[in-house]
């Protein structure tokens, strides 16, 4: 006879059912009220508005540092201790419906951009259910909108979740607790592994940029000085989210093959794009959630007839190389300064096209340009060489902690007939 598994261990011969998020007596969806930035003060009743969801998603106690007035919190929508948060909006699938579980002792003002769950379920044990794929194949069906990703609760309700002992509630909580254990406890190893990495990769960066805000640093007067919209033409990109295909041979530039190296690939074919990036253009992102790492990253365009630039997207097209070295564009524009400080950290950030146009750019002689971009390309190689171990390293410890997670909640289901939103 063979051994049983853990889980056979610790169900002991339990039921396990699937059952829709919103059915009676296990949980019910609310969406969040209208919250803007003026509502924001200094004390009071405490909010989370969806760009603290992207930031802390998992569990949230305590950690609130944004306010609304006693006065405003009457009328507000507020979720309970134990209620998860879900943001309902998003720039781009995998962050759609991140959830933090609100373990805080008073309730919680909850904003238009998001849903509030509430449950009869383990909070924990509910946050780690939407992170498995197993939710986000069943999410996938009811996303909307091109632009802004969208779900909502009506839908969310529709997705099935996992319930032991559904007859027997003090023991399914007891079943979900100690899975819950579990999971904090592998939680925790894998940021203890990933920690000691991302500290030298962190080192490794911030000496990277030290070096090369060094090289793009000229105090005024010492180089002539031109607006963006001097030296660049600006295009935008158009839309190709309808037009991707499996068989595609042109790489679609979006805000995520941007700002994740390339990992994030999507790609359409030679006759359907729209937006075609030529050799030498700088294709800069545009848009992103509060605090994002994408938000003005750039990329340089090294090859014809290989990439195309998708929404969200634009590329900067030098007007002389005599005056501005492509490649020198691409260093002073990536994660420029200038463009980050329209990032509020609170709402999501979409600059415009005059923003970037005046933007101040340094012009040394393009012999120097060409100088400080030998120097970069150097580096850059350098670091990508010495640290390409690391993020895959990091990696590997995250897919080795998503394995076990998606382990613990894997339990067998028959396929659901749920409904598809065309």
């Known amino acids: ?9 610790l169900f002991d011969g ?20 209208g919250l803007q930035k003026k509502d924001f003060t200094e004390t009071g009743l405490g909010c989370i508005h969806y760009g603290q969801i992207y930031t802390h998603y998992g569990t949230y106690a305590d950690k609130t540092k944004t306010f609304v ?4 919190a009457k009328k507000a929508r507020k979720a309970k201790s134990g209620d998860l948060i879900i943001a309902t909006t998003s720039e781009n699938d995998e962050d759609l419906c991140k959830a ?3 373990l805080g002792y008073e309730d919680i003002a909850v904003s238009s951009d998001a ?12 946050s780690y259910f939407f992170q498995t794929e197993k939710f986000h194949k069943q999410k996938r069906q009811y996303i909307t909108g091109a632009k802004v990703r969208r779900v909502n609760a009506d839908n969310l309700a529709k997705i099935v979740i996992p319930i032991p002992c559904p007859d027997n509630p003090e023991k399914s909580l007891a079943i979900q607790a100690e899975i819950v254990r579990i999971l904090d406890a592998f939680t925790e190893l894998a940021t203890e592994l990933t920690t000691e990495l991302t500290t030298e990769l962190t080192a490794r960066k911030k000496q990277y940029n ?3 805000d060094q090289l ?10 031109k607006t963006l919209g001097e030296i660049a033409d600006f295009q935008n990109a158009k839309p190709h989210e309808k037009l991707v295909s499996p068989d595609g041979d042109v790489v679609l530039l979006t805000s995520g093959f941007i700002s994740n190296s390339g990992k994030m690939v999507r790609r359409v074919r030679s006759q359907d794009v729209l937006t075609p990036a030529f050799e030498n253009d700088v294709a800069l992102v545009m848009s992103d959630l509060p605090n994002g790492r994408a938000l003005a990253k750039s990329f340089y365009v090294h090859q014809n007839n290989k990439y195309a630039a998708n929404q969200r997207v634009c590329l900067l097209r030098t007007k002389d190389a005599g005056v501005c070295i492509p490649r020198f564009l691409y260093y002073v524009m990536n994660r420029n300064p200038q463009l980050l400080a329209y990032d509020s950290g609170v709402d999501q950030t979409h600059l415009k096209k005059d923003w970037i146009l005046r933007v101040r750019i340094p012009l040394p002689p393009s012999k120097e340009q060409a100088r400080i971009v030998a120097i970069l390309d150097k580096f850059d190689t350098l670091t990508n060489s010495i640290s390409e171990g690391l993020p895959r390293e990091i990696e590997l410890r995250q897919k080795q902690y998503e394995y076990y997670r998606d382990l613990l909640l894997n339990f067998p289901k028959p396929e659901p007939q749920t409904e598809v939103v065309a």
Do not use: D, I
């Open 69 to 72: 007035s006693t006065e405003f």
């Open 14 to 33: 339990a039921e396990v059912a699937w059952m829709p998020l919103g059915e009676e007596g296990v949980g019910q969806f609310t969406r969040g009220g």
């Open 210 to 212: 030290y070096y090369r």
């Open 1 to 9: 006879m063979s051994e049983k598994t853990f889980l056979e261990r």
């Open 100 to 102: 933090v579980a609100w």
């Open 115 to 126: 849903c509030f769950y509430s449950h009869t379920l383990n909070p924990k044990y509910v």
């Open 216 to 225: 793009l640093t000229f105090e005024e007067g010492e180089v002539e000085w």
